[in-house]
């Protein structure tokens, strides 16, 4: 199986811009420069690894540097994006900010990607003029609702990571260790037509398993241990998240055994809950509450979940403390988890697409494997 983005729908780059910008005066400044790539890449199609937006009430202007000329041009042409492009050194790009914003009272930056230092270098050398205004979630805001082609990749990027998985899950009762269980997972994504991992892969055994974000070990994977495994492709920059908690054999405790059974039940509670116009909080309580039932409340260490898309973690947010409330199209994990030191951990983990009367799972993968 390889990727056919050609295939996929077209995502609908261009009127993100103009809708960004009807935006600006509600948050309270004239225009937006916009530094969070992943935030540039959802507003003009660009990719590259630097560069920076400024979106003004007459133009948008990407500055990046001379590596990306070309392909700068040539993926916001694609894209339909009606954007000037000006390429140079660190100097020239920030000169032509400065050109750009020139009569602007008010520029918003974005609060939570700007650092200390660039953004006293903004004020003093190139939004000289300008009152500097500090903005928060604005684009990310746009991109919690996905559009067609953003769900197809994403549903894509799911497809690989389930036949990845698929694939290796014969190496298990071999005695793999957790690091070449985790190597063989991303090369059989790539060889798939992941272009990477959407972050690095968790293959976590036994005691290691009960801390969640574990680093895989050279230590070989042992029957009767629970094997958490927590992965993603990415598919034309979009992520896909799933976990599997797997194991060879008998359990080695009853314990374990009921741990993967609450787990579950947990996670079947949080897809339920997940429906247009339901809270976030609403969802990690549905989960919360059967875990807190076994007796297990401090033992799920973190949130039930997140929102996934170009970023592996973008809003909103599936915590108990979340104000957010899901809307159609929006693309959730629901992935609650016990984790107790002397036996290990479990952790269930679905992407799911919010439709108006529930949800659309994009991660497949069977949910009772139990290598043999
Ligand atoms: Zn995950
Ligand atoms: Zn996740």
Redesign the pocket.
Known sequence: MTTKTAAMPAMDVAPRLPRLRERLGDAGCDALAVTNLSNVGYLTGFTGSAGILLVTPQESVLVTDGRYQTQSREQLATAGVDARVEIGGVAAQLEALATAARGLGRIGLEATDVSWARQRRFGAEVFTDAELVPTEGLVEGFRRVKDAGELARMEAAADIADAALAQVRDLLPDGVSEADLALELDFAMRRLGAAGSSFDTIVAAGPNGAKPHARPSARPIEAGELVVI?F?AIVDGYCS???RTLWVGDLDSEVAGRMVEVVAASQAAGVDAVRSGASCAEVDGACREIIAEAGWADAFLHSTGHGVGLDIHEAPWVAATSTDTLEPSTVV?V?PGVYLPDIGGVRI?DTVVVTSDGCRPLTKSPKDLIAT
Request: aromatic content about 0%; hydrophobic content about 10%.
């Open positions: 927590d993603g998240d799933m976990t994990t992935e983990e």
